[in-house]
């Protein structure tokens, strides 16, 4: 049995910001303590560091750091008056925590940064609305926050500010150079170390409590790799020895030299946040993939036969060359490079428009489908009623209620349940030690003052290092120490503490389990379902405006509609993974490749939509007996397609078993390619359709060769 808690500081990153902490906190309370002699500023100085230093304690490269920094302390000279002016009213007070609470939660949807800066924000709010103070505490407290971010910054940007490489990055890179190998020499042992390190990058990618994406941006960037690397790992392996030894050997070795060039340059970068600058040659991938495009068109012209594996390595050729292009213009903006321009269509760029920027993402949650707004929701009432109760109260350091309801209420009552166990015990615990600690030093503020550091480098490191029961007694004997340095009352603050935040320990529980008591879990299934039928959807319409029977406008919204449901479904997930103690009833190995299932249908969807124009409005009125049943088979595996992913995803709500993958059928690829057949036979005057149609009919089948995996993920989700 262990005694004692196992310490998790692999990149010592809990360390170096013990040891900042341990430095910083100690001089700003020293400054406003023994210097200004002005306990406003003391206290909100020593939590604001606390806030900077540990609560806030942004990862990355420095340049997406030192403007997190600088928002939140804005924030904090925002709402310190607030909370200040409505401290000395139960009614303004409960209103202002309400709405300050919502807006916060809310808006950490935006990015990985505004959310991590969210409980740093909200502690500065507490501090200053339940600490009852006139507008003449104002400046006290501004000039405390003013010393707070100076020092704080300054600590994070000039002591140890080099960051270990973000999971995801470095997991990006070596799948990167995995899938150059790949291209550099093929052979099993390769083939299968890459679909390893692919397969890692989702894992590090799911590991992250709040996601690396953004509206726009290198943050966004890291979010498009992820799906960018699992896009291109299946066209990067030989799908047979035919189409080895078949057509286009010449364009083959160009097209993998260009992209195992870009895979490796992409590598470079991503492993050193773009310190390396290696040149990511995307103009090679352009030649690369137009002189495969050229090669089967000057085949075509030349009346060459062209059997199904000569124009599936075409097909594979070009879609590697377009996948990797993508992939290395996303490490360009992920290391804050500049790229080129998306070499999409226009309507692309005007799809792609309609969900950039931070109110579209707001937008995108707002609905009670979203885990993201239910969790605000409840976040906001839980504080909003734990500060109602500590101004009815009268209770001595009544904003400990409210800090012990924003510490443990989960996004789920079970979580609530435990984080309200660790808690009570975490606080006795530390109530214990600090008790005899501080009766052990008796009433000398010299010791006190030498032990602080030492306090402040265990609250600060424990966070990161132990589970959260040892991090609340670590933060209990903290406590003890700042108030009995400005107001000597023994080991009895300990008490007050103690019953503070059993009370909102209370709250949250009775907020958790009124409002949507199974949180994410209850919400994630119907996420899944929501997000493969929005999916499904925008497949069945990009076919539609493939064959110029739908229109852009229906397109559009389509798309529009895909990305938010993927978006919720996204969030969901992670807000999974952020608990402490995930939902037993969700396996996650199996829920992210469901996740990243329904990204690739989208991005299936997004290619058929961008290549419409390919095939000329003119040229549509084809009516002989191959085009028409080209035509129809496309719609026939457009159908299929589709209805597998609306009964994958009725699964989720039904709690029914999957639907079997739908095998490969060579009758039904002879009739795709039956038009594209033709036409090499001459007998049909129309290539522009039959080469769209054949292309559309192989992604369709690279979608049903991905249903076993699905199938896979969803029966296992069901047996959890």
Known sequence: MRLLPRVHDPAHLALRGGLRTALILPSVFAITNLWWNDTQASIVSAFGTVAFLVFADFGGPLRDRVPAYLG???????????????????????????????????????????????????????????????????????????????????????????????????????????????????????????????????????????????????????????????????FTMLPDEKVAAGRWPGERAATNRAAAAVL??????????????????????????????????????????????????????????????????????????????????????AMMGALTGSRQELAAHASMRSVWLRNSVRGAVALAAAVLVGQLSDA??????????????RSHALGTGTSIRDALIGTVAGLIAGGVVVELIGGDDVVLWIVLPFAVFLAAWSPKALPFLAAQASFSLLVLILFNIINPVGWRIGIVRFEDVALGCAVSLVVGVLLWPRGAAAVVREAVRGSYDASAAYLAAAVELLQHRGTLARGREAHRAALAAHDRLDTAFRQVLGERRAP?????????????????????????????????????????????????????????????????????????????????????????????????????????GAGVVAWAGQHLEALRRHQVRLADAAARLERR
């Open 72 to 234: 939140l302390a804005v924030a904090g000279f925002v709402l310190l008056p607030i909370g200040t002016l409505c401290s000395r009213s139960a009614v303004l007070a409960t209103a202002a925590m309400a709405v300050v609470a919502f807006t916060v939660l809310y808006a950490g949807v935006i990015n990985g940064f505004v959310a991590g800066a969210g409980p740093a924000a909200l502690l500065a709010f507490v501090l200053a609305v339940m600490i009852p103070a006139g507008p003449d505490a104002i400046g006290s407290r501004l000039a405390g926050w003013a010393l707070t971010c100076v020092l704080s910054i300054g600590a994070q940007l000039l002591l140890w500010p080099s960051r270990p490489q973000a999971p995801v990055r470095g997991a990006a890179a070596a799948a990167c150079r995995a899938l150059a190998a790949v291209l550099r020499q093929p052979s099993p042992e390769h083939d299968e170390a890459a679909r390893a390190a692919v397969d890692r990058v989702a894992l590090a990618f799911a590991a992250t409590p709040y996601r690396p994406s953004g509206p726009s941006g290198p943050a966004a960037a890291i979010a498009q790799l992820v799906d960018d690397l699992d896009g291109v790992a299946p």
């Open 264 to 349: 490796e340059a992409s590598a470079v970068r991503l492993a050193s946040d773009g310190a390396t600058p290696a040149p990511v040659d995307l103009y090679a991938l352009d030649a690369a993939h137009d002189a495969v495009r050229d090669a089967v068109q000057e085949a075509r012209a030349r009346g060459d036969h062209l059997d199904r594996h000569a124009f599936r390595e075409g097909f594979r050729l070009q879609a590697l060359a377009d996948a990797v292009w993508h992939l290395g213009r996303h490490a360009l903006l992920a290391t804050g490079a500049a790229a080129p321009a998306q070499r999409d269509y226009e309507e692309e760029a």
């Open 584 to 688: 037993t009833e969700l396996g996650l190995d199996a829920l992210g490749t469901l996740v990243a299932g329904a990204a690739r249908v989208r991005r299936t969807a997004h290619a058929l939509t961008r290549a419409h124009p390919l095939w000329p409005v003119e040229t549509i009125d084809d009516n002989t007996p191959t085009a028409t049943a080209a035509r129809a088979a496309l719609d026939a595996e457009t159908t299929a397609v589709a209805a597998w992913l609306y009964d994958l995803g009725r699964t989720f709500v039904e709690v029914a078993d999957p639907p079997p993958p739908q095998t490969h059928d060579g009758a039904r690829e002879g009739r795709l390619v039956g038009w594209f057949r033709a036409n090499e036979e001459g007998r049909d005057p129309t290539p522009d």
């Open 396 to 409: 001595t350091n009544a904003f400990w209620i409210v800090l012990g309801t924003l510490s443990v209420l």
